[in-house]
């Protein structure tokens, strides 16, 4: 990855630019080359990277790790470590509202790169932490079959993470003026994100689903009339 993601399209956007320049130059080899290539490609690219106090895809490769091993483990977790899954995450995400110290952990400013090198490494592991906290209560709810209520919660699940940025951008500028109570900063930042999001959700994105399925019945039924 040539640069740092602002979000995580980044990473899917600079793939799909990058790949079929890289497979049409690689074409002609074989798989170990290929593999052998793009494997010191990316290691060159991280040194460079981190000469310029930027983290690196390496960094995070450990992410698209603890996903595949979820995808190839059949391991279902206890209830018990389910809700210490979901407590633990709660409290390690409210963590840097209430103690200021660590409030570059949130603040969307200064945490691409951060202000102070140590922050940089410091946002990594608790990125990190983050993930394992969450493992047991994501390896639960990708075994257990959705019903209607978990689709729908799903389905507002990706206007709230496009969403969310622009409220947590705003509320960090009007911040720095005001210097609002951490509490209270939550409470409006997180109402106006969910209140955003569910709007788009319900007057933008649904419809458009909506739309979408009949396009696709449709088609099904003119296929089935033909055969």
Known sequence: ????????????????????????????????????????????????????????????????ILGML?????????????????????????FPYFCTDFKYLIDCQNREPPAVPSQQHISVVYDYVLALLAFPYI????????????????????PLYLFHW??????SSINFLLQ???PLFLLLNW???LGGAWLIFKY?????????RRLVEQWIDRNSERR
């Open 139 to 158: 390896a639960h709810s990708v075994h257990v079959k959705s019903d209607q209520n978990d689709r729908l919660w799903g389905d507002f699940a990706y």
């Open 70 to 94: 979820l995808d190839r483990s059949s391991w279902q977790p206890s209830l018990r470590l389910l809700r210490l899954s979901f407590v633990g995450l709660g409290l390690a995400l409210l």
């Open 1 to 64: 990855m040539l640069l740092v993601p602002a979000w995580s399209l980044d990473v899917e956007m600079q793939f799909y630019m990058l790949f079929p320049l890289l497979y049409c130059l690689l074409e002609r080899f074989s798989l170990l080359i290929k593999l052998c290539f793009i494997g010191l490609l990316c290691i060159g690219w991280s040194f460079l990277s981190i000469s310029w106090n930027l983290l690196p895809i390496c960094f995070y490769i450990g992410f698209f």
């Open 166 to 171: 622009i409220p947590l951008i705003a509320f």
């Open 180 to 182: 609002l109570p951490s």
């Open 191 to 193: 109402g106006i994100m």
């Open 204 to 212: 933008f994105d649904q419809p458009i689903d909506a739309i979408r």
